[in-house]
């Protein structure tokens, strides 16, 4: 069993900064590739952002490249996902998830491919 928890969610106006924050236990944190993902009500959960095992790949999706950032710190066995420029459209319960894999330099970006998931956080964008 791995535990992932998010915090760091909360209400922002538009064009603010929020970073969210996915601390996890249980297993060796760099034994894992993560990933952000996010719901918004009535909507699937969709991808947002992933990093390699060795933090030296990430990947966006397209509506948040150049706003936000995905980093982790092995030491704190932590994942952070940095949120500028925020927009409406932005708010959503972001979840965390961890993939248990052995390639290092390898991003995953479908819902399927990752083995644990955090309980989420709240980010609300006011206008």
């Known amino acids: 069993q791995v535990q992932l928890v998010e915090s760091g969610g909360g209400l922002v106006q538009a064009g603010g900064s929020l970073r969210v924050s996915c601390a996890a236990s249980?297993?060796?944190?760099?034994?894992?590739?993560m990933g952000w993902f996010r719901q918004a009500p009535g909507k699937d959960r969709t991808f947002v952002a992933s990093?390699?095992?060795?933090?030296?790949?990430?990947n966006y999706a397209d509506s948040v490249k150049g706003r936000f950032t995905i980093s982790r710190d092995d030491t704190e066995n932590t994942v952070y996902l940095q949120m500028n420029s925020l927009k409406p459209e932005d708010a959503a319960v972001y979840y965390c998830?961890?993939?248990?894999?052995?390639?290092?330099?390898?991003?995953?970006?479908?819902?399927?491919?990752?083995?644990?998931w955090g309980q989420g956080t709240q980010v609300t964008v006011s206008s």
């Open positions: 249980g297993r060796t944190f760099s034994s894992f590739a």
């Open positions: 998830a961890a993939k248990d894999t052995l390639w290092s330099s390898t991003t995953y970006n479908r819902l399927n491919e990752y083995d644990y």
């Open positions: 990093i390699s095992r060795n933090g030296g790949n990430t």
